[in-house]
Structures are given as C-alpha cells and as structure tokens.
C-alpha cells in the first residue's frame, strides 16, 4: 500500500516520550525488569517526528528497534533516571508522553559484589522501596498549556474491567490523556499491534480498534493536536 502523507501538524512542537521498561539493580549483574518492548513509544516518536514535531525519546531496555529518523534519543536504565530525564525535558517540552513500563519498586538495597548462595546461611530475602510515579510528578509541575499523557496496559479482574480501572486511574494520575491496552493472553506486551480506549480528562472515550502501533500513535496525536488547539 501507498503510504499516505501525514500532515505536518505538530511543526514547531516539542514533546518528550519515554519507551521501554526501566531495570532496578539487585546487584551489578541483576536487575528487576519487565516485558516491555518499547514498540509503542518508538512509533508515538517516529510518527510525532514525521508530523514535524521536535522530539526526544527517553527510553530503556527496549528490544532492538532502529531508531526514529529526526529524534534525539536519551538512554536510560532505572526508573529513577528515566524520573531525572523526563524532568529534564518537561522544561521546555510542550508535549509529555510517558509510554514506558517503569518499575513501580526497586530493590531497597544494592548489593555491590554478586549475591552468593550459601548452604550455612537463609536464603536472602528481597526487600522493596516504592519508586516516584513520573508521571503524578510532571502531572502535578505542569506548565501552563502544556499535555501530560499516560497509558495503562491493564487486565480486568473481580473489581471491574479494563475500562473501569482505566477511567480510576486517569482520575488518580490527573493526565490529560490516558491510552488504555487491554493486556494478558499474548495481548500488547511485544506484539507488533495495539487496541483499547484513548480517554480523555474531559469525558471523551475513543476506542482504538486493534492495529498497527503507529496507527495509534497517530490516534493519540490527532488527539494531542485537538487539544492544544484550545
Ligand atoms: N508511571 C510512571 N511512574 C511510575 C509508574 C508508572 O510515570 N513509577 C506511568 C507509566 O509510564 C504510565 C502510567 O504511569 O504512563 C500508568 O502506569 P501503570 O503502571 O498502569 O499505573 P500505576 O499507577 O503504576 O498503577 P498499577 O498499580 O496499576 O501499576
Ligand atoms: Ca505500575
């Protein structure tokens, strides 16, 4: 298929997305990590560039993935220094897309030599430390104007559906967007497409049927562009 030509309307704007899924170090050959792939942030940074937008990707232990023409890449490893780049960019960035999978606890303590087993002492036992939610804090130093975005690969379970903790949890965070991923069953995590509910913090629910990961991407800007047009 012709690709179709995407309109230039995010020239001049500057957003900072980050992708992957960050690692909390047990000690200097272990970590805590997660399955994300980091797919989705990089299309979001690809297509927000092609649409003529300044943009910076702040990512972490993605898989392999080329990196987008015309972004400035910022590699990180931990959630706490994906938080310090992420603030970084939130000065002088008019878009703020959190997309990556950061850790919500890190290991209380780092170990600075490998952790040995040993048959004449306990099993160690791993104790954790709450990680600061980056995007409550950009959510909470926004500049006047400026669009937070985050997004929830969430699961239904006995206290609701996917939709249900989605709406919560734009309501706790206080984002002005909120991309929703249905997850589990080899849904999301990895997988070339994406499907779910683009929810808005004034009500609006676009469900984003299942497809490409830039194609939701180019959802999410048309809807960032709507909004700055306000
Ligand atoms: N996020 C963040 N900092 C964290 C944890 C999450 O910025 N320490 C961001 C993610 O990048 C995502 C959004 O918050 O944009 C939602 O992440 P999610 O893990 O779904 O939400 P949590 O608030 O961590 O809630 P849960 O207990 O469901 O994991
Ligand atoms: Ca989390």
């Known amino acids: 298929a012709v690709p179709k030509a995407l309109p230039r309307d995010l020239e001049g704007v500057r957003v900072a997305i980050s992708a992957g899924g960050t690692r909390e170090p047990l000690d200097p ?26 943009v910076t990707l702040v990512t972490a232990h993605t898989v392999a993935l080329p990196e987008p023409a015309g972004a400035k890449v910022v590699h990180v490893s931990t959630a706490e220094e994906m938080r ?25 303590n780092r170990a600075d030599h490998k952790i040995k087993k ?10 954790l430390a709450r990680n600061a939610d980056i995007l409550a804090e ?5 500049a006047q104007g400026q669009v ?9 379970d006995d206290k609701g559906g996917v939709l249900d903790h989605a709406r919560v949890k734009l309501k706790r965070k206080g984002a002005d967007l909120l991309v929703v991923n249905a997850v589990g ?14 929810l808005g913090a004034d009500g609006t629910e676009i469900p984003i049927p299942l497809g490409a990961k830039a194609e939701l991407a180019s959802t999410l800007w ?3 562009v709507t909004l700055m047009k306000r």
């Open 185 to 198: 069953e080899g849904k999301a995590f990895g997988t070339e497409d994406n499907s779910g509910w683009l």
């Open 84 to 108: 310090q780049a992420m603030h970084a960019e939130a000065a002088s960035a008019d878009v703020l897309v959190m997309a990556a999978a950061v850790a919500d606890f890190r290991p209380s």
């Open 138 to 142: 950009l959510v909470r130093n926004r």
């Open 148 to 156: 937070v975005v985050g997004f929830a690969a969430e699961t239904g």
């Open 222 to 224: 048309d809807a960032v």
């Open 29 to 54: 050959v272990r970590y805590l990590g997660n399955r994300s792939s980091g797919k989705q942030g990089y299309a979001l940074a690809r297509v927000a560039a092609q649409r003529g937008a300044e």
């Open 118 to 127: 040993s048959d004449d002492a306990p099993d160690p036992v791993v104790e």
